[in-house]
């Protein structure tokens, strides 16, 4: 099944270098998910959200917590993808939720935009919290 999926992530998202941001509601989680396993092996990737998610959803072998400051932040990423070429970045754990890393996604991917001296082939990035509703609407303001 799995392998299954793998095939067809990449049938339907060619490889295209940069960051994808997934919005909306319903499955962003899990389309994260299958889009990182599906170009982990191949590419290195670059995982995070710039909202919450369900902190028993993180996978603690290709975890990394930001810290202090932006360079100590580029020091454990560049340790941990020592080990392997892909990486989610977050800043804490807090009431059973994952938060995203604090840091820019683009400075941590991009490595002419960061002081990191880090690539990253491909960013996946849950960019908006859905809250568990399948549906969302503007909200009137």
Known sequence: MALALTQQMRRAFSYQPGITFIVGAGGKTSLLFALFHSWRETFSVLMTTTTRM?????????????????????????AHIQYGKSV?????IEAGKLYGTSYPVESLVDP??????????????????????????PKAH
């Open 54 to 78: 369900a902190a028993d959803q993180l996978l603690p072998e290709f975890a990394v917590q930001d810290v202090d400051t932006y360079e100590k932040t580029c020091e454990a990423i560049a």
């Open 88 to 92: 989610f970045v977050y800043n804490r």
């Open 112 to 137: 002419g935009s960061n002081g990191c001296e880090l690539y990253f082939d491909l960013g996946f990035v849950e960019a908006d919290g859905a809250q568990n509703r399948l549906i969302k609407f």
